[in-house]
C-alpha cells in the first residue's frame, strides 16, 4: 500500500488499468453522443453513483461498474477537485466473498473513511481505507456485518408502542432483507439505515421504508426500528433505494431512489432521542419514470456549509456501444430558499469550462411566432435566460434545433399552471397567484433515429412569485439537457439527435408577447486531459 501522496501518484503513473482507461476514453471519444463535460466511465457500463464525499481536500466519486469481460460490479472510482474535472482513479471496492458490489454510501471520519455497501446476495459490507487517495481498502470483516440471511428482525411501526395503540394496528412484520445502506455517527456510535420497502399500504401494495440499525464497532450491529415517521409523501409501490441521510440547515434530508418511481426526498427533522426521522415534506427528482433517459439515484454528502451535494446518474434511451449511462452535473440543494423552498443551483467549478461567449440584449418577442436566434447554436453549450414572461401563457425555448424543425427540443413554461400553494394562499384572496408554474422538457422530436426511445414530456413545479422574472440555465451536453429554474428546481433529461445540423436555439411566446431580457451562450470545453 502506498502510504503518501507522492508514492500514490508514482504508482499511477505505472497502473495498468489506468492506461487501459485512456485508450479506451480516446476510442470513445468519437461517439457523438459521449458527453465532453459530464463524467461517464472510461470504459464499459455506469450504473449507481456511490458513496460521494470529501476527504482530504478532494471529491470522491465511486459508481457501479462492470470491468470489461468480467460479470461482478465493482465500485469504479474518480476523484476532482472542483466536482466538475474528474480524473479516473483504478477501481475502489472488489466483490469479496459476495457476487456483486451494489450500492451503498461513505462517512469520513478524521483518520479514515469508512464505506458501506450491498455485497449482493448476502448483506452489508463495511470496508474502510485512510490513504490520501483512497486507493486501498479493506473489510472489516470476511462476512457481511448485516446479513441478508442472518437473524430475522421484527418490525412494527413505531406508532403502536408511542401512542399505546393496540387495536387494528399493523401486526408485527418480519425483516429478512436488506440493501443499499447509508451510515452516520451519532454520540459515539455508528448508525446504518437500509433501503426497503412494506408491505401493508393501500390494497396491501408495497411502501417504501427504511431499517434503522446501530453498531459501536462497526461489526456487531443491533436493529431498532423503521426510522420514517409521519411520511405520507411516498407513493404505494416505492422503495426506499440508495438513501443518504444528511442535515440540511437547520434540518435533515433524506435523498433516495425508488424503482418504481424514481429518485426521491424528504425534508424534515431528526429525532435524536428516539433516533426517528419525522419527515414534514416530500418532493422528487425526476417527473416521470426513471427510464428511458431519466434521472436514476443520487449520491449526496454535506459540503460543510450548511448544504448538500448530490449528483445522479443518467439512464440511456438509445444503444451506444462501449457505454450507456453518465452522471449528471453535481447540484447543491441548501435550505431556506425563497418562500422556505429548497434552493436546487449547478454545484463545482462549472464557469471553468466557459469558452466563446455569446451575449444577446432585450429581445421582444410577439405572440405566436417562433424566433430562431442567429449564431446561437452548439451541442455542448451553457445558456443563462432572463425571461420576463409578462402576459404569456407559455413560452418556449427550443434547442437542438435542425433548420427545418425536423427534430427539436421543447423547454417549456407554463406561467400559473400548477397546483396552488395554500399556504402562500391565505384561503382564497390569492388563489391564482399563488400557483406555481410549471416548467416542461418535451422530448417528442428529438431525434428521428428509430433506435431512440423519446419519453413522455414531463414538468416540474416552481412558484414564481408576480413580478420575478423567469431565470434559466441550460446545459446541453451531446446527449443530456440539464434545466436549472430560478435556483429552486431542476430537470434533467437524455437526449439523440440523429441530424448533425440538429444545434439551433429558438424561442416562442404563445398567446401573449413577452420580453427575453438577456441571454448568455458559452461554447464548453471537455473535461478529461488524460490520466
Known amino acids: ?5 507522492e508514492k500514490q501518484e508514482k504508482r499511477l503513473r505505472q497502473d495498468p488499468t489506468l492506461r487501459m482507461f485512456a485508450e479506451s476514453r480516446r476510442a470513445l471519444a468519437t461517439d457523438r453522443y459521449r458527453p465532453i463535460y459530464h463524467f461517464v466511465s472510461p470504459i464499459n457500463n455506469l450504473n449507481d453513483p456511490n458513496g460521494l464525499c470529501y476527504w482530504q481536500g478532494r471529491w470522491h466519486l465511486f459508481y457501479q461498474t462492470r470491468p ?11 476523484v476532482s477537485t472542483d466536482l466538475i474535472h474528474w480524473r479516473d482513479l483504478p477501481y475502489a471496492i472488489k466483490a469479496s466473498g459476495e457476487k456483486q458490489c451494489w450500492s451503498g454510501s461513505t462517512l469520513v471520519e478524521d483518520d479514515r473513511v469508512i464505506a458501506m455497501y450491498y455485497g449482493h446476495p448476502n448483506g452489508e459490507r463495511i470496508a474502510v481505507s485512510n490513504d490520501p487517495l483512497l486507493l486501498d481498502w479493506t473489510n472489516v470483516s470476511a462476512h457481511p456485518v448485516i446479513p441478508v440471511t442472518g437473524p430475522v428482525w421484527t418490525h412494527t411501526t413505531g406508532r403502536e408502542k408511542q401512542q399505546g395503540v393496540s387495536g387494528g394496528s399493523p401486526p408485527a412484520r418480519a425483516i429478512n432483507f436488506v440493501y443499499d445502506p447509508c451510515i452516520w455517527k451519532k454520540d459515539g456510535i455508528y448508525y446504518a439505515l437500509s433501503g426497503g420497502a412494506l408491505l401493508h399500504g393501500p390494497g396491501g401494495q408495497r411502501m417504501r421504508a427504511g431499517f434503522l440499525f446501530r453498531s459501536r464497532d462497526l461489526l456487531s450491529w443491533e436493529y431498532l426500528h423503521q426510522f420514517l415517521e409521519d411520511d405520507i409523501f411516498g407513493l404505494p409501490g416505492d422503495d426506499l433505494g440508495c438513501p443518504y441521510f444528511w442535515p440540511i440547515g437547520d434540518r435533515h434530508i433524506l435523498l433516495h431512489y425508488s424503482h418504481m418511481s424514481g429518485g426521491k426526498y424528504m425534508i424534515g427533522d431528526y429525532d435524536t ?12 427528482f425526476n417527473f416521470g419514470p426513471s427510464g428511458p433517459a431519466g434521472v436514476h439515484a443520487p449520491s449526496a454528502t454535506p459540503d460543510g456549509k450548511g448544504g448538500v451535494i448530490v449528483i445522479f446518474n443518467m439512464n440511456p434511451a438509445k444503444p451506444t456501444p462501449g457505454w450507456d449511462q453518465l452522471m ?9 430558499g425563497k418562500d422556505g423552498a429548497m434552493t436546487i443551483e449547478p454545484a463545482g467549478d462549472i464557469e471553468s469550462l466557459r469558452g466563446e461567449h455569446h451575449h444577446i440584449e432585450a429581445l421582444n418577442l410577439p405572440a405566436n411566432r417562433e424566433i430562431v436566434l442567429e449564431g446561437v447554436q452548439g451541442n455542448a453549450i451553457e445558456m443563462a435566460a432572463e425571461i420576463d414572461l409578462a402576459d404569456a401563457p407559455m413560452v418556449e425555448l427550443n434547442v437542438l434545433r435542425s433548420p427545418g424543425r425536423e427534430e427539436f427540443t421543447r423547454i417549456a413554461v407554463y406561467r400559473q399552471r400548477g397546483y396552488v400553494d395554500w399556504n402562500l394562499s391565505g384561503g382564497f384572496k390569492r388563489y391564482e397567484e399563488s400557483r406555481d408554474t410549471l416548467i416542461a422538457i418535451d422530448t417528442s422530436y428529438s431525434s428521428v433515429l428509430p433506435d431512440v426511445k423519446c419519453r413522455a ?10 413580478g420575478e422574472l423567469l431565470k434559466l440555465r441550460v446545459f446541453i451536453d451531446r446527449s443530456i439537457l440539464e434545466v436549472f429554474v430560478n435556483g429552486r428546481q431542476c430537470l434533467a433529461v437524455r437526449l439523440y439527435p440523429g441530424r448533425e445540423d440538429s444545434v439551433g436555439v429558438s424561442l416562442r411566446s404563445q398567446g ?5 431580457r438577456s441571454l448568455d451562450v458559452w461554447q464548453m470545453r471537455g473535461i478529461y486531459h488524460g490520466p
Open 1 to 5: 500500500m502506498s502510504t503518501t501522496f
Open 512 to 516: 401573449a408577447p413577452s420580453t427575453l
Open 68 to 78: 470489461p469481460n468480467e460479470p461482478v460490479y465493482q465500485w469504479g472510482h474518480a
Open 457 to 466: 414530456p414531463e414538468a416540474a413545479p416552481v412558484y414564481l412569485p408576480p
Open 273 to 284: 432521542d428516539r433516533d426517528r426521522f419525522i419527515v414534514s415534506y416530500g418532493g422528487r
Open 328 to 336: 449528471g452535473l453535481p447540484r447543491r440543494l441548501s435550505l431556506p
